[in-house]
């Protein structure tokens, strides 16, 4: 089986690929960013791509959109998420872009490496392969409100947002690095069902979003 993997923590990445070719497998190409993986992709033709959700540059949800693209191009592509987040908005989509070839595994939650291998061969089949925490999450996607699924830190971020604060003035309140709150922001515009489409104007709608809310309470 030939298998593209996009990972961007290289102790991680190279763990995989001993994994991977101790088990039988190829893994052709092994990158660290989602344009990577499309490149690699492209060039391979793989039977299986691996992919985690956030990478660089934004850390959000390049990983995730790349494999959408991925579905789209070849609908016959199998892929597995690899992930520590369930990134509701894209997994629904890619969950419902075919009937089979679909996994999505929380790597936190991967506790046997036997059953691991049983489950990219049985998605590479064109089977499935879900967390039980993933499809909990998606089945709750629907009857919540999106700014239910975020975090107390995140909101304390965002009331900042609403209040004119810089990413130095955030950091500086809640004693963050800007990076920190970077990241922070990042994880409310994609939990918002924000894409980067959007722009610039993401923080805007963010802050809209929050302020509706408030006014309603």
């Not at 971020?157 to 990241?183: C, D, F, H, P, T």
């Amino acid at each position: 089986m030939r298998v593209v993997l996009a990972e961007d923590s290289v102790l991680l990445r190279e763990g995989l690929i001993r994994l991977l070719d101790a088990a039988g497998m190829e893994v052709v190409a092994a990158v660290a960013e989602a344009e990577g993986l499309l490149r690699a992709a492209e060039e391979h033709e793989p039977e299986l791509v691996i992919t985690d959700v956030r990478m660089p540059p934004t850390h959000t949800d390049e990983g995730l959109r790349a494999a959408l693209v991925l579905r789209r191009q070849r609908p016959g592509l199998a892929v597995l998420v690899l992930s520590q987040y369930v990134e509701e908005r894209y997994a629904a989509q890619l969950l419902a872009s075919a009937t089979g070839g679909v996994g999505y595994l929380l790597k936190d939650r991967v506790a046997d490496v036997a059953e691991f291998v049983d489950a990219l061969r049985r998605v590479a089949a064109g089977g499935t392969a879900l967390d039980p925490e993933v499809v909990a999450q998606l089945l709750l996607r629907g009857h919540s409100d999106p700014l239910d699924r975020l975090t107390p830190r995140e909101r304390e971020v965002l009331k900042l947002m609403a209040e004119g604060r810089s990413n130095a003035g955030i950091g500086q309140e809640l004693v963050l690095s800007e990076g920190a709150v970077g990241k922070h922001i990042g994880n409310i515009f994609t939990k918002l069902d924000l894409s980067p489409a959007e722009g610039d104007h993401r923080r805007v709608l963010a802050v809209l979003r929050f302020l509706k809310i408030r006014s309603l309470a």
